[in-house]
């Protein structure tokens, strides 16, 4: 799996959109990008994953460089609720698709 | 659905006992796995698998079993507790398709062995 890098920790204010970075430098081309978040020691919750293009679901949108060694999540309207621990992980796809957790980006959403 | 459970939501042991951690989903998955998640870290995968009677090792598997008998049980038994088990530990299942990559999680067991 592909080593990922995120910032430790991020503030937002809510209502504004919240843009959480990842470096995966040495993604190779047949990993995926997924997004998990973990609110409050609560189990992980899925939030969306991509492997080329940029993605968008109800809960938050996914833009991956062109040159797919970064890629950016971005909740647009965040709340006080998207308080949470959220987790880039690049591997490739595999049945099952047992990940690989990292320290993960912990995003403080402020009135 | 229920989705996935886990009991006990706490437990307290000694050293040197031995319990069993409970995991069930109803979601007919195939696939489902154990972490665990120490204070501040992210989370490790202990063992996973891929089917009934089909169970693999993930990255920390030591000193933890599994048995995979149905497809809806996946329990994750500690053979003789030691203080470097206190953990929070999560079960996940998933359905394994491509286009369905999401891993749906219990709510943990948080365990604390003195």
């Known amino acids: 799996d592909a080593k990922t890098t995120q910032p430790t920790s991020m503030d937002c204010a809510e209502g504004r959109a919240a843009n959480l970075p990842c470096n995966h430098s040495?993604?190779?081309?047949?990993?995926?990008v997924y997004w998990y978040r973990q609110i409050h020691s609560q189990g992980p919750q899925y939030i969306i994953h991509?492997?080329?293009n940029n993605e968008t679901n109800e809960m938050a949108s996914l833009i991956i460089t062109e040159d797919r060694k970064s890629s950016t999540l971005i909740l647009p309207h965040a709340t006080l609720r998207d308080t949470a621990v959220y987790y880039c992980?690049?591997?490739?796809?595999?049945?099952?698709?047992?990940?690989?957790f990292g320290g993960g980006t912990r995003l403080m959403v402020k009135p | 659905n229920a989705g996935v459970t886990q009991t006990p939501k706490f437990q307290v042991l000694k050293t040197g006992q031995s319990m069993t951690l409970q995991c069930a989903q109803d979601?007919?998955?195939?696939?489902m796995s154990w972490y665990r998640q120490d204070p501040g870290m992210g989370l490790r995968l202990i063992h996973y698998?891929?089917?009934?009677?089909?169970?693999d090792q993930g990255e920390v598997p030591n000193g933890y079993n599994v048995s995979r008998s149905t497809t809806e049980d996946f329990p994750l038994r500690l053979l003789s507790a030691a203080p470097s088990q206190t953990s929070v530990y999560f079960c996940?299942?998933?359905?394994?398709?491509?286009?369905?990559?999401?891993?749906?999680f219990g709510p943990g067991t948080r365990l604390l062995v003195l």
């Open positions: 996940a299942s998933s359905s394994g398709q491509m286009g369905q990559e999401t891993q749906y």
């Open positions: 040495t993604i190779s081309g047949n990993e995926y």
């Open positions: 991509g492997l080329k």
């Open positions: 992980i690049v591997r490739v796809w595999t049945a099952g698709n047992m990940l690989t």
């Open positions: 979601m007919n998955h195939e696939y």
């Open positions: 698998s891929v089917g009934a009677g089909i169970t």
